[in-house]
DNA sequence: ATTTAACTAACTAACGCTTGTTAGTTTAAC
DNA sequence: GTTAAACTAACAAGCGTTAGTTAGTTAAAT
């Protein structure tokens, strides 16, 4: 019921729970399963968390505060704005590259389309990103569609890592893994392009 | 059982289903809720399919099939390359926006990652228009990877339309849905843009 | 210092409900 | 008269959740 982010308990809750919701979905995963992952029982979760959807939720703001953190940051530099733009793509699609709970539970918020989610996202993930991503492109060419821009390059860094375990099975897709440096570094490419290279 | 085509009732259950699995999702959605939006009872579903995942799974292949048709027919058309990838957007940006059901079960497919559902979705949905996208991005520009550029362009489609309810939660971004005609155009200028407009 | 009280967080047992699925029956069509 | 496809009834298993209990820790009172 605490939920207090010094407790030890609720903190590995939290990190089991984010790990099977990301690979599971909310409604495959019942709370037996996360109790057992954590070595307890199901009912001792109701001592951290008020039923399963405040775990849900609890779980997401874990698994997605700590994310935009970086990104952001990275956005505050002053470095000249073209260089800042590769230095983001570098960061974020590392993150894609690396963080499959993050992507997954990303993936999952825009399937299932419940709108307290989708605030959430926007206003507590994506804002500041968005925001400070908006003035980089304006600054790098200012007759750009900023907000066009910033929805591709979301979707091209979520969706190329996402889909690499489609791709291996489709045409020319090589078996392995493509290198997250290769794509970063086209997504780059691309963006630059874009906005005029 | 017999999951023929002709059947009416087995159509109707598919096309129904379809729907409810594709805002639903597999676990949360029950025989029950199936059988009754079809003004049947839940045993009477197995008489069509035989349980719960062969339904799904016909359902994937109901979807599916009608839709990758048109897409590799205008790709088989003679226009001149540019052309026949503009109007390859065009057609697959307006089956992406109107059609949610394949949009949100296609999404459900890379995020479930089933191995036989992405076997599936490579080879007999995938497969030929890629092949087809492949051969006009070598032939518009033979130095490119057609391979980066097709993922690129998937992920591009499904995302900006998957992202509009996101969309408008987001910093600048306007109350209503973008026009897909506009999405779609900018998302043609981008390709060209990739391969040396 | 010892006892008492209160709180935390684990447990077992169980409730009411829903799930996928089967068995057995009925109804209508060829 | 056989068959296809609907039905009712029901099963076993699993679900989220609550109640009640117990052990261990902390704080105050004696």
Do not use: W
């Amino acid at each position: 019921m605490t939920e207090s982010k010094e407790n030890s308990t609720s903190q590995r809750i939290l990190k089991t729970a984010a790990e099977l919701f990301a690979s599971k979905g909310y409604d495959a995963l019942s709370m037996r399963d996360i109790a057992s992952a954590c070595d307890i029982k199901a009912p001792s979760l109701y001592n951290h968390f008020k039923d399963k959807q405040a775990l849900y939720q609890a779980t997401l703001k874990f698994v997605f505060k700590q994310q935009s953190q970086a990104l952001v940051c990275c956005l505050e530099s002053d470095l000249p704005p073209k260089q800042k733009l590769n230095e983001f793509i570098e960061i974020a699609g590392k993150q894609m590259a690396d963080n499959f709970i993050f992507r997954q539970l990303f993936f999952r918020i825009l399937l299932a389309q419940d709108e307290e989610d989708l605030k959430f996202l926007a206003n507590q993930v994506l804002a500041d990103s968005c925001n400070a991503l908006h003035a980089v492109f304006v600054e790098i060419n200012p007759d750009c569609d900023p907000h066009f821009l910033t929805t591709s390059l979301m979707g091209l860094l979520l969706f190329h890592f996402q889909a690499n375990p489609l791709r291996i099975y489709l045409p020319a897709g090589s078996e392995q893994t493509q290198a997250s440096e290769y794509l970063i570094e086209h997504i780059q490419l691309m963006l630059h392009k874009q906005l005029g290279d």
